[in-house]
Each structure stands twice: as C-alpha cells, then as structure tokens.
C-alpha cells in the first residue's frame, strides 16, 4: 500500500512517509535512493549539509521515475543564511542535485543568535517565485520563531521538520502547528531505538505482527505527520515502508502517549548554532 499524501498550505501535497538522507555516504547515496523509489517511496529528505546532494539526484534519475512523482526537499543550511547567500545556496543544492528544482526547500534551523532567518526566508520566497522551489518551510523552529516570521512577511510555512520520537511527542508544537496551518513533520521518529522495549510498543507489535519500528512510524502516521525513515539496507526501507495495512486502537495511541518524557535526541534549538 503505498504511503497517504499529506496537504500542503498552497495547495501542493507531501507523501506522508518518505527516505531520510542524514549520515548516508555519499558513494552509496544514489543506490540507497534508487532502491527506496523502487520500493515505492516517492519522498527524500536530504540537506546542502547532508554531503549527498550528488548521489540524491542520481538516484532520483536512474530510478528512471518521472520527476514529477519525486518529492524532493533539500535545507539550506545555518552558515549560508541571509539573503544573497541563500539564493546562492539554493542554485548550489540544484547543480549539486542536478534538478531545476526542488518540491520543498527547508531553512535547517532557525539559529536565533545569527538572527537572519527573515532575510533567509525572504530568499526562499524569492526562489519559489523563480519557479526554483515549489513549496517553503522551515525546520527546527519553535513558536516563537514561527510566528516572528509569519508576523514579518505574512507567509506561512507548509511545513516544519522537528525532532519528534515517542520520547519527544510535541504536543504543544504540534497544536500550533495545526493552528497555523502547516504540516509536522518528524526528524528521528524512531528515537535512536529508546522506546523499542517500551512496553505500550512491545504490546502493539505482538497484537500486530509488526517490529516496533514499525509500531512507531504507524503511531507518527496516526499523529497525521509526515515521517522520514533513514535506512540503508533494502530489509530495513521495505520494513519501514510497511505500516499502512495496520492500525493502533485509541487504547494503543493512549498508551503511546505515556511515553513522553520530553528529552531530546538532538540539539536545543533556542540554542544551536
Ligand atoms: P531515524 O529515526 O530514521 O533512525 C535511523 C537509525 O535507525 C539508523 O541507525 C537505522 O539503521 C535505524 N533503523 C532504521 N529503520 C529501522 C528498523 N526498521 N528497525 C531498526 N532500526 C532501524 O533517524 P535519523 O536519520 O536521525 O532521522 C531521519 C531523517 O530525518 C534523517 O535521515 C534526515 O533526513 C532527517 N533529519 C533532520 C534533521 C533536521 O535538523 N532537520 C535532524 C536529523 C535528521
């Protein structure tokens, strides 16, 4: 079954599972991307600071898909916002990829002691009207950013990409996302494995047959995020495709629940830089 799409603020949509690209070497990159699409994926998360822009673009293309049916995000990353080294970052992320454009481009963090993300997101407005990104959004932004930038420039992101695992939930992040109109989306929504012997997890991969990857990938489907697995080997990306013919009872999501404990995986980003 392959995965739902998700509807983006202007009008576009994200498949709501896809392939995540951090820590995947360059020299395997396309083979793992041609792979993951011939399995049925149709999204790839990757990044400028990800080193793999090159192979992400070659797999793309020797998956001999029609390029209309990749969704494809790319970030800018910290050291290159403000807005002429935005728009050059973006042109770079396209001749790296070797695409005309890209259907998502996300600013990394917010970095707020660099305070240049308005002029950065200036830059992706400015590209997304040059027909170079089709949608905007950001990442690892928390409320305060999120409403400084809409209040500045009155354009809404479609999406922002955030920590989110069964340790990490989100709730209020994820409520203000629905307020504001744009799509959650999960970075490590397998948590580095920490919830894997939960019990709440075990309970539900028993009832379902499944791994407890996949009862936490189907428990970010049913939170209504987009989700975007990393794995490099064809077990793991088929695996991790396979969490839309079952369903966690409200019982199961409950439980699920339980499991927040509100710590991080990944930097705070009040602070990163
Ligand atoms: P992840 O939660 O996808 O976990 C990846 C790890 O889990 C790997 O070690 C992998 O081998 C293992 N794994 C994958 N499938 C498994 C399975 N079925 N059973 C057991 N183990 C399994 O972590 P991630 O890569 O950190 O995050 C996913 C993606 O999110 C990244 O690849 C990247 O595209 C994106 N990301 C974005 C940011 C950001 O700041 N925006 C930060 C980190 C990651």
Not at 96 to 114: A, D, K, M, N, S
Request: proline share 6%; glycine share 10%; net charge neutral.
């Amino acid at each position: 079954m392959p995965p739902a799409r998700l509807r983006l603020n202007d009008g576009h949509s994200i498949p709501q599972l896809g392939l995540g690209l951090w820590q995947v070497p360059e020299d395997s990159t396309a083979s793992t991307v041609k792979t993951a699409l011939d399995l049925g994926y149709r999204l790839v998360d990757g990044a400028a600071i990800y080193g793999n822009e090159v192979g992400q673009g070659e797999g793309i293309r020797a998956s001999g898909l029609p390029r209309d049916e990749v969704f494809v995000t790319t970030k800018v990353w910290n050291s290159e916002q403000g807005y002429d080294r935005t728009l050059r970052a973006v042109d770079a992320s396209l001749a790296r990829l070797g695409l005309t454009h890209v259907e998502l481009c996300l600013i990394h963090w917010p970095t707020p002691g660099r305070d240049r993300y308005l002029d950065t997101w200036r830059a992706l407005i400015r590209a997304r009207e040059d027909g170079k990104i089709r949608s905007i959004g950001v990442s690892n932004f928390m409320a305060p950013h999120l409403e400084r930038l809409v209040g500045e420039t009155g354009v809404v992101p479609v999406l922002n990409q955030i920590e989110l695992n069964p340790r990490l939930q989100q709730a209020e992040l994820r409520a203000l996302h629905d307020r504001m109109g744009i799509v959650t989306q999960s970075w490590t929504p397998l948590g580095q494995g920490a919830s894997f012997g939960a019990a709440p997890v075990r309970a539900a991969a028993a009832r379902m047959g499944k791994s407890p990857a996949q009862v936490i990938l189907r428990w970010h489907v049913q939170l209504g995020v987009s989700v975007i697995p990393r794995s490099t080997r064809v077990a793991g990306l088929t695996e991790n495709l396979d969490v839309f013919d079952v369903c966690l009872t409200p019982e199961e999501m409950a439980a699920m629940a339980t499991l927040d404990e509100g710590v991080r995986c990944g930097p705070d980003p009040m602070t990163f830089a």
